[in-house]
């Protein structure tokens, strides 16, 4: 306990640079994405009387925050029920209309990051959609809360169903997915697998360099590297 308690800050650091590059294109980003993915990851939300979830702008005003959870009307502890299929209907009910399109790519890179990184906790609080006010556009919200689960769990499975299974999807099964419930062509789905597959290359390779200088990180560094290996062969590669 005490060694995954010194890890765990690296274990977390590595995949969430990962998804913020991927989702934002660069690693210098507005101030606005850097606090919401940053404040999810270390779980300081600011909450509300009510108990709603919410994130800081830039300009001080707070952003109406529910995950998808709430959106199913499912209590925390129903987190893992549910599929990824589920996801992608709630996008359609709650993302504004011109904002479907994009949740559902960002949705679908989102699923395809945590295969390749066996992260089997992508369950339905670790999903969202963000808003101005009442009155504004619905997004969703970027990524957050990554991690290599199966470094501290090998036999660790998908956190929400894909195809009626909780195994960790083949690429043809993802491609299936982004079709049917993504709205996606295979070009289109390819693409954001290549996309993926691109990061998490070159966030290994940052990722051994680390281990250089990190000691206690060697053991569990080495694990992650391995399952993402794993999981780019196995859910990445058509």
């Known amino acids: 306990a005490q060694n995954s308690c ?3 800050p690296h274990a977390v650091e590595f995949p969430i ?6 989702f934002f294109g660069q690693l210098d980003l507005d101030f606005e994405h850097i606090k919401i993915v940053l404040a999810f990851q270390v ?9 709603h979830v919410f994130a800081i702008r830039r300009d001080g005003v707070y952003l109406g925050f529910e995950d ?17 299929e589920g996801v992608t209907r709630r996008i359609r009910d709650f993302v504004s ?28 609080k670790n999903f969202g959609v963000l808003y ?3 009155e504004s556009e619905v997004r969703l919200a970027p990524i957050y809360d990554l991690v290599t689960t199966t470094a501290y769990k090998p036999a660790d499975i998908l956190a929400l169903t894909l195809g009626g299974s909780k195994r ?36 290994a390779q940052e990722l051994r360099q680390h281990l250089h200088g990190t000691p206690a990180f060697q053991t569990v560094g080495a694990a992650m590297l391995a399952e993402w290996s794993v999981g780019l062969k196995h859910s990445n590669q058509p």
């Open 43 to 51: 779980h300081l939300d600011v909450v509300g009387a009510d108990g």
């Open 6 to 8: 010194h890890t765990w």
């Open 68 to 84: 998808f959870c709430v959106l199913n009307g499912k209590t925390a502890s129903q987190k893992y029920d549910g599929s990824y």
């Open 97 to 124: 209309p011109e904002q479907v399109r994009p949740a559902l790519a960002q949705f679908f890179k989102a699923l395809a990051l945590s295969c390749a990184l066996k992260n089997g906790d992508a369950h339905l």
């Open 168 to 203: 960790w999807p083949a690429a043809k099964a993802l491609l299936a997915f982004a079709r049917t419930h993504c709205n996606m062509t295979e070009a289109r789905a390819r693409e954001l697998l290549g996309a993926v597959a691109q990061g998490v290359l070159r966030a």
């Open 132 to 134: 101005d006010d009442a």
């Open 17 to 22: 640079r990962l998804g913020v590059c991927l």
